[in-house]
């Protein structure tokens, strides 16, 4: 599952912080929900406009990155970096050393619990623009790749964007979707045989058994071909 552009824009327009934040850092760089509770303030350089994936949590547990193309720096956005530093003015906990996402609830000792932010902000927000059946916080980074690959970026790019270990992992995510170019090829193979058949229409008709067995057909070929299941 993946959200369309639409859906996305409206989700962020109604959700409140840190929850904003977190899915905007997902969707426009598709970080994993481990490194983004991982995240602390020092990863986060400003003035080079990068993003430093060090750690990844799960369970409250730290630990390393999934491969270490996942420890590769991630490009950060101009805007995606307003967004970013807003929310850092607004943290009870913006020093260096704090988590990016750290939670009241241990007074900054942890990031929050992903489930939490879910239930509290991500679920009802999702429901209120129209957002069924199930998805996650890995949607979010499945989305990313699915634009990326919509609009055309070259499969290296994405591989990089996305750190995939292996270029196959990537493919395998172009090979899957139904993009507008896939259509439009289809489309093509459609045109050139449809609409040359639609431009010369067959004036012959069988209407009957004795116009097929006229025309040399085998009948007993005829019968299987039409002969219901």
């Known amino acids: ?92 906990y913006p020093t260096d050393e ?36 199930h998805f996650g916080w890995h949607t979010f980074r499945h989305t990313y790749a699915t634009l990326l690959k919509g609009n055309g970026e070259d499969v290296k790019v994405v591989q990089e964007l996305m750190r995939h270990a292996n270029i196959s992992v990537t493919l395998n995510i172009y090979a899957q979707a139904i993009t507008q170019t896939k259509r439009d090829a289809q489309g093509r193979v459609v045109s050139l045989l449809l609409d040359k058949n639609e431009e010369q229409p067959s004036t012959k008709a069988y209407r009957t058994v004795t116009d097929l067995q006229n025309s040399g057909v085998d009948l007993q070929v005829v019968d299987k071909i039409w002969r219901p299941y």
């Open 1 to 92: 599952m993946c959200f369309p552009s639409e859906q996305i824009a409206a989700l962020l327009r109604i959700l409140k912080e840190p929850t904003r934040t977190m899915v905007s850092l997902a969707v426009f760089t598709g970080l994993r929900v481990g490194e983004l509770l991982g995240l602390k303030w020092k990863d986060i350089d400003f003035q080079k406009m990068e993003v430093h994936v060090i750690r990844s949590i799960v369970m409250q547990h730290v630990g390393d990155c999934k491969t270490e193309a996942s420890r590769k720096p991630v490009p950060l956005d101009l805007r995606l970096s307003k967004v970013l530093w807003n929310w850092r003015l607004q943290s009870p």
């Open 98 to 133: 704090d988590w990016v996402f750290a939670s009241p609830h241990s007074g900054g000792k942890l990031p929050y619990w992903p489930g939490s932010l879910y239930k509290a902000h991500l679920e009802p927000a999702a429901k209120e623009v129209g957002i069924v059946g």
